[in-house]
């Protein structure tokens, strides 16, 4: 794993507040509802948490046009501030598309209030360079599903 200067490092303001975008980082129904590239799916029993410093996040991410690819996440959390910050050992596992070798990679996602009620994401990700590309690709077909779960939580907190 590298330790020195991050290889991908992405900022990103959603129109949430920022305990939800944080609850969608660490709540097991919340992640399986956005998280992955589009298509790839979480199944819900294969996800725990425990969200604290010196607890881990594990889930499975599956391809349904390709099931036997079953991507095995598991982050091992080394510092953890509720609403504010996320930081930890990333390792990627199982049954990975074909030229990916198991890897794993420093983790830190950061939670910043913005004006309007609305967040900011800090992500910086340690990884090995030749997969900087596919993870950044990753996180922006990430966010896309990510912006539509946080919009469909808000619509009944606006119509009350």
Partial sequence: MTTGTPQLVISRVFDAP???????????DHLASWWGPIGNTLPRDEIEFDVRPGGYQRWTEVNPAEPDLRVRVHVDLTDVTDGELLDGVMHVGGRLQKGVEPFATRL?????????????????????????????????????????????????????
Avoid: M
């Avoid at 920022?18 to 097991?28: G, N, S």
């Fill in 18 to 28: 920022r305990e939800l975008v944080y609850r969608a980082f660490t709540d097991p």
């Fill in 108 to 160: 830190r996602v950061e939670f910043h209030d913005e004006a309007g009620g609305r967040t900011r994401l800090e992500i910086r990700q340690w990884l090995p360079e030749r997969l900087a590309p596919h993870s950044a690709e990753g996180w922006r077909q990430a966010f896309t599903k990510l912006t539509a779960a946080l919009t469909n939580v808000q619509v009944p907190y606006r119509k009350a």
